[in-house]
């Protein structure tokens, strides 16, 4: 059991206090010292299971999650804002502090994709797309170029701010689309997809990203893909830790635990198909693996000039 006195949890904790005090989470010099502090803190890779926690650090590690998320959002409405003054803001993407970790983001997930798909996506789904949709543009500029994107977020401000950033651009401009709807809400729309991406921050605690899975399993088409993104190690101080157990309906593929400055995780799981004792009320579970082949070590191979951690490939475990 992991405590307050283990001394990179103190830090984290330090660090916490300071944060929660600030007046406002809006970018500004303290703002932006502190959480780069944090996130230097805990990518490096370390002993510390977030799970096993203590209570009292659970719930620390909680709040500062919610700060993590106010913040980015607040950081991308900032950018996002001033990226629309461009007369073409594609153009300028690289004003944001942390473009090149969405290229690599980015370029990560679509060599997961690549491998466990074999045709090029025609409509794919962005669930928390937020105001500076950065991956689903990346996405949609480098990787998939004639595939389709539709971008859901719950904040109508957001819609508006994303869609001042890809109205200039011709070609993204009618591969784009943005909804102000809570994906909780779309049911049969679902079936359309045959990827859908799920935002770190779409479920800020376990049970809320459980229901949320649990949603997609209802309602995605049998085969269509989910890839979401998680934490691993202190990285779950920043981020939502995903469970591959929770992912009940859904075949899990691959695990991939970057070990360089991209710090989400990537998970990639399959909808199982509907067996005929089964219905979309009552969805089927993962696939079953010893918990051990979940334990990975931290390793930094190169993929694309990506550095990440060996990839757990559940087919491979199989075999």
């Not at 990537?266 to 918990?291: D, Q, Y």
Request: proline content about 7%.
């Amino acid at each position: 059991m992991v405590c307050e006195k283990d001394p990179l949890v103190q830090k984290i904790t330090d660090l916490y206090d300071q944060i929660s005090t600030l007046d406002s989470l809006k970018p500004s010099k303290d703002v932006n010292m502190l959480f780069t502090q944090l996130v230097l803190t805990c990518m490096p890779p370390t002993h510390i299971d977030v799970t096993k926690l203590c209570k009292k650090v659970q719930q620390m590690r909680s709040k500062l999650i919610r700060l993590c998320g106010e913040a980015e959002g607040l950081l991308e409405t900032h950018f996002s804002t001033i990226l629309a003054s461009y007369d073409n803001p594609l153009h300028h993407l690289n004003i944001f502090p942390y473009y090149t970790n969405y290229l690599k983001l980015s370029q990560l997930e679509f060599n997961i994709l690549t491998k466990h798909c074999s045709n090029v996506p025609n409509k794919v789904a962005f669930v928390g797309s937020g105001p500076l949709p950065l991956t689903s543009i990346v996405l949609a500029s480098f990787h998939l170029k004639t595939t389709s994107f539709h971008n859901y977020d719950i904040d109508p401000s957001a819609k508006s701010k994303a869609l001042r950033l890809v109205s200039s651009d011709p070609d993204l401009s009618r591969r784009m689309f943005f909804h102000t709807t809570d994906i909780m809400d779309v049911t049969n729309g679902l079936k359309e997809y045959d990827v859908v991406f799920l935002a770190a921050l779409v479920g800020m605690d376990k049970d809320e990203k459980v229901r949320v899975v649990e949603h997609l399993a209802k309602y995605m088409n049998p085969g269509a893909v989910l890839m979401l993104r998680s934490a691993h190690g202190a990285r779950g101080f920043l981020y939502p830790v995903v469970d591959p157990c929770d992912l009940r309906g859904f075949q899990v593929l691959s695990i991939f635990h970057p070990t360089d400055e991209v710090i989400n995780s990537v998970i990639i799981a399959r909808k199982f198909p509907m067996p005929k004792h089964c219905s979309a009320e009552h969805p089927v579970g993962p696939l079953k693996l010893p918990n051990k082949c979940f334990d990975i070590d931290m390793l930094n191979p190169l993929l694309n000039h990506v550095n990440l951690m060996e990839e757990l490939d559940i087919e491979d475990q199989l075999s």
